[in-house]
């Protein structure tokens, strides 16, 4: 355990921020700081704690999870419902903030050979959230979430316009896309017109519009039967050896079985740590 110089409060050695009073330290505020090894994290939390308002009563959707993914990690994230499992996803993306308790996530540089810097996303403004899932987190829902009215190819290309691509550009990486995803000859048709994998295979191209180095993936083989389910699967496998980091959650062990390390949440905390 470290005292934290500001605020006197305790915490774990491994911890780069005070979950109490928040001050993020330096190697000169605190001995033994330049032990901790952050240089290969992508995205962690800390003391994470999450509660909504339902009328009077709260709901406290997470109660203390810490999290450390390194830089290529595939982690697998399993629990009843309600354990508060995609609440953590939302905070460790950028889609919502924590109550209580820091994000940090690794900033892109644009060099695959250079590393980023670390920044804490705790309170960020809606705007350099939403860069943040531009450029550094890229969403896959269980339910595709794609626009019906749009075509599978302009599905995919709504992520490239909204971080300001010329339209050649857009065109050209979307064709890009549909081919990673092996869906060259189906651009044009509308979200009803494919099947679920087709789908899912459209999301996740839309989730890697502007290669984010970091994939989060909630239940992607929920709606999916078990043969789509495990080409999903090996999709989200190649994509970890290309060298994306993957955050899972899901309900099949089967599925959970594709990642490094397995963790499994109760009553929003992780009971159990599989490696
Ligand atoms: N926006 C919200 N407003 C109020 N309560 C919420 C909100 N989002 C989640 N919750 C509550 O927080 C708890 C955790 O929800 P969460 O969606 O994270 O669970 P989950 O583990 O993903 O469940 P499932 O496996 O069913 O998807 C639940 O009790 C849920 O009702
Ligand atoms: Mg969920």
């Known amino acids: 355990m470290k005292k934290c110089p500001k605020c006197e409060n305790e915490f774990p050695?491994?911890?780069?921020?005070?979950?109490?009073?928040?001050?993020?330290f330096s190697s000169h505020d605190l001995a033994g700081f330049e032990e901790i090894d952050d240089s290969n994290l992508m995205v962690a939390g800390y003391d994470l704690h999450k509660s909504y308002l339902m009328g009077k009563n709260a709901v406290n959707a997470l109660r203390g999870?810490?999290?450390?993914?390194?830089?290529?990690d595939f982690i697998s994230i399993m629990g009843p419902s309600g354990s508060g499992k995609s609440t953590l996803m939302h905070l460790l993306g950028g889609l919502d903030?924590?109550?209580?308790?820091?994000?940090?996530i690794?900033?892109?540089t644009g060099l695959?050979?250079?590393?980023?810097?670390?920044?804490?996303?705790?309170?960020?403004?809606?705007?350099?959230?939403?860069?943040?899932?531009l450029h550094i987190s890229g969403f896959v829902f269980q339910q595709f979430y794609l626009l019906p009215t749009l075509s599978a190819a302009e599905?995919?290309?709504?992520p490239l316009i909204f971080s300001g691509n010329k339209s050649s550009l857009v065109k050209q990486r979307t064709d890009q896309l549909l081919e990673l995803v092996g869906l060259s000859m189906r651009g044009h048709h509308l979200p009803s017109e494919l099947s679920g994998g087709e789908q899912q295979r459209v999301a996740i191209a839309r989730a890697l519009a502007?290669?984010?180095?970091?994939?989060?993936?909630?239940?992607?083989?929920g709606d999916l039967d078990s043969r789509t389910g495990h080409m999903i699967m090996e999709m989200l496998k190649n994509l970890n050896e290309m060298g994306k980091t993957i955050v899972m959650v899901t309900h099949d062990q089967s599925v959970a079985g594709f990642a490094?390390?397995?963790?499994?949440?109760?009553?929003?905390?992780?009971?159990?740590?599989?490696q």
């Not at 050695?13 to 993020?24: A, I, N, S, T, V």
């Not at 999870?65 to 290529?72: C, F, H, R, Y």
């Not at 903030?97 to 940090?104: A, D």
């Not at 490094?260 to 599989?274: L, P, Q, S, V």
């Open 210 to 221: 502007n290669d984010p180095p970091l994939i989060l993936a909630d239940e992607p083989t």
């Open 65 to 72: 999870v810490d999290l450390k993914v390194k830089i290529g």
């Open 97 to 104: 903030k924590p109550s209580r308790g820091h994000i940090v």
């Open 155 to 158: 599905n995919i290309s709504i």
């Open 112 to 133: 695959p050979e250079k590393k980023g810097s670390l920044q804490d996303i705790s309170n960020l403004s809606k705007e350099a959230l939403s860069e943040i899932r």
């Open 13 to 24: 050695d491994d911890y780069l921020f005070c979950p109490k009073c928040g001050g993020k």
């Open 260 to 274: 490094r390390t397995k963790y499994e949440m109760m009553d929003g905390k992780f009971i159990n740590k599989n």
């Open 106 to 108: 690794r900033q892109p």
